[in-house]
């Protein structure tokens, strides 16, 4: 309500109804975190990317990446490796020989 004072505080500006408020769920709000998470996950990956980080050899290094990126290290380190899996995982179940459909692979990432 606080931000909604504040916008009427502005009528000049603008004209705000207020429709509806709502309290989200918790299943809601944690996936609102999870897009919010892979959005910024995928954001680094792509700048990682445009850097060089992935070219051979590579045009930067994980260290001088995250200096310029102003993430720490083992963050950027960790969220780096895990977008890397989620994106392996999906080329693997989008590109995978349909005779190996039975394989470890499938069935670990059913489970992830």
């Known amino acids: ?3 909604y004072k504040n916008i009427q505080s ?14 989200a769920s918790l299943e809601e709000a944690s996936n609102i975190a999870a897009s919010i998470e892979n959005q910024r996950d995928m954001a680094w990956w792509q700048r990682a990317v445009k850097e060089g980080y992935y ?3 590579r045009k930067i ?9 102003d993430v720490a290290f083992s963050t950027l380190k960790d ?7 989620k994106l392996m995982k999906e080329t693997a ?11 470890l ?5 059913k489970n992830s």
């Open 10 to 23: 502005m009528n000049d500006l603008a004209k705000i109804e207020l429709l509806s408020v709502k309290k």
């Open 61 to 69: 290094s994980l260290k001088d990446l995250s200096k310029k990126m």
């Open 55 to 57: 070219e051979y050899p």
């Open 93 to 103: 179940k989008k590109y995978a020989n349909p005779l190996y459909s039975g394989t």
């Open 1 to 3: 309500m606080k931000f």
């Open 105 to 109: 692979l499938n069935k670990e990432t």
């Open 79 to 85: 969220h780096l490796r895990r977008t890397e899996l």
